[in-house]
């Protein structure tokens, strides 16, 4: 069930006509380069500590050799001198994607989340015969040794071959006061040449997932950790990718509904595809098991030890968000007070009659505040979940 974006009439699904942006030099100068180069392709940054290049008429980036799959495209061209990048993109690249510094690492309670299981196969091969259930289950109690090793406390939403809804994984999140959650699962396709390993948070509210016809969605219990979403994915994704040498087929987002419904900061991993022999083969492999295992445990390390930072940056934008939101209320308050008086009417009306809420907002770019932040309006959430909004 999607629900459709419902800022304004004007963008209901398309997120780009209210949004705002950040100009190339702006992301130049949060970059740190000194210079940039066009090669009528891709837009291509690079300093001492991180290369980055953004793709002309796509949502793809590569940092560092990661793929990051943005929020929204880039808009204008760098030819025509008016090339820019979605604001929502700039801050979690900003805080989330770019930041070096480190503490000592935050022990954590981490639920391992195996797909599937019990009456649900997930997806399956035939040659050799597996069931993501099965592959799911070996890869997470594998994954769990390594982060135990590591000094991480670690639960299982299961360990055995049992059923257990969308609502207990989530649930179990909660029950188990877990810092972070980590659905582990297979992937499929029609293209049985189709391989790699792709690795999903949820979008900020208000933006489409990256697969193709992706709808956007309003607020949801998810977006409080956006930037901590963004970390952890990008974290062990880019240790996924490289360690394992699979294709990198990127850092993704999608509202999957342990992404959207998990209150801690939760990632959900497609390690490999059933649908390609090769591939079903390898991950059968004890040696490929072991390696997914020790580059989720760095990724997940390297988190751990930049969570500190992460909090401390996001606390600050979040100040500097209520700041400009307070100064943009004294202005429309400032306003009102000084408009003319209304002409009374001849002849009394009657009472409006209310059918439905709508936003309070001035302006489009007020629901693009950034993330980590619940609407400002409590009528945002009620009008998401109002009669008729609903699909």
Not at 21 to 46: E, P
Not at 350 to 359: E, F, G
Not at 364 to 371: L, M, V
Request: proline residues 6%; neutral net charge.
């Amino acid at each position: 069930m999607l629900l459709p974006c419902v800022w304004t009439p004007s963008a209901r699904c398309n997120p780009a006509e209210g949004a705002e942006w950040r100009a190339l030099t702006h992301v130049q100068q949060a970059i740190g380069a000194t210079n940039y180069t066009w090669n009528g392709d891709s837009l291509f940054f690079s300093n001492s500590q991180h290369s980055i290049r953004f793709y002309q008429g796509r949502r793809k980036a590569d940092v560092d050799g990661t793929t990051v799959w943005l929020n929204i495209q880039p808009n204008g061209s760098v030819p025509g001198g008016d090339w820019r990048l979605g604001a929502v993109d700039f801050d979690l690249f900003q805080l989330s994607v770019l930041p070096q510094a480190e503490g000592e690492p935050k022990p954590l309670r981490i639920l391992l989340d195996p797909g599937h299981g019990g009456d649900d196969d997930g997806a399956c091969s035939d040659n050799p015969p597996l069931k993501e259930k099965e592959l799911t289950l070996a890869l997470a109690k594998k994954i769990a040794g390594h982060l135990k090793k590591a000094g991480m406390h670690v639960d299982l939403t299961r360990t055995h071959d049992t059923t257990l809804t969308l609502d207990e994984r989530v649930g179990l999140a909660r029950k188990k006061k877990a810092d972070i959650f980590l659905s582990i699962h297979a992937n499929h396709a029609d293209n049985a040449e189709a391989t790699g390993v792709e690795t999903y948070v949820l979008p900020p509210s208000g933006y489409p997932g990256t697969a193709e016809g992706s709808r956007p969605r309003g607020w949801q219990i998810g977006n409080r950790n956006d930037y901590h979403n963004t970390l952890l994915g990008f974290s062990i994704h880019s240790k996924l990718a490289v360690q394992t040498n699979a294709t990198d087929r990127g850092l993704k987002r999608q509202s999957f509904f342990v992404l959207r419904e998990t209150s801690c900061p939760a990632v959900l991993f497609e390690f490999g595809f059933l649908s390609n022999r090769g591939e079903t083969l390898k991950m059968l492999t004890s040696s490929w098991q072991e390696q997914c295992a020790d580059a989720v445990t760095a990724g997940v390390t390297a988190y751990a030890k930049k969570i500190g930072a992460l909090d401390h940056a996001v606390a600050e934008k979040r100040a500097r968000d209520a700041e400009a939101n307070e100064r943009w209320r004294r202005h429309l308050a400032s306003v009102q007070t000084n408009a003319p008086p209304l002409r009374p009417a001849p002849i009394p009306l009657p009472a409006p009659v209310v059918t439905s809420l709508s936003y309070a907002v001035s302006s489009p770019s007020a629901i693009f505040r950034g993330t980590n932040a619940t609407p400002v309006e409590i009528n945002t959430l009620i009008d998401f979940y109002g009669k008729g909004t609903l699909e």
